[in-house]
């Protein structure tokens, strides 16, 4: 379920919407329900260190020497 971030071209308002792919209404802007409104590029959700571990926290996988070096 993809959040994207958009910008409303009439109040400039900044806001994020989840949209669905089955969804066929148009996104309206939440402070003046304009629907000229403008996707934005949004940064990726970027995980370091792979899949958090049961305790809460990130640990990288263990160091293997490498082979003949």
């Known amino acids: 379920m ?10 400039c308002n900044h806001f994020e919407q ?3 792919s089955s969804d066929t209404e148009s ?4 402070a003046c329900n304009c629907a000229d409104v403008e996707k934005l590029m949004s940064a990726g959700a970027v995980r370091p260190h792979g899949i958090p571990t049961g305790s809460g ?3 990288p996988p ?3 020497p490498s082979a003949g070096g």
């Open 2 to 11: 993809p959040i994207f971030e958009y910008q409303c071209k009439a109040c």
């Open 27 to 30: 996104v309206l802007c939440p």
């Open 57 to 59: 926290g990130f640990q």
């Open 18 to 20: 989840l949209v669905f």
């Open 62 to 64: 263990p160091c293997k």
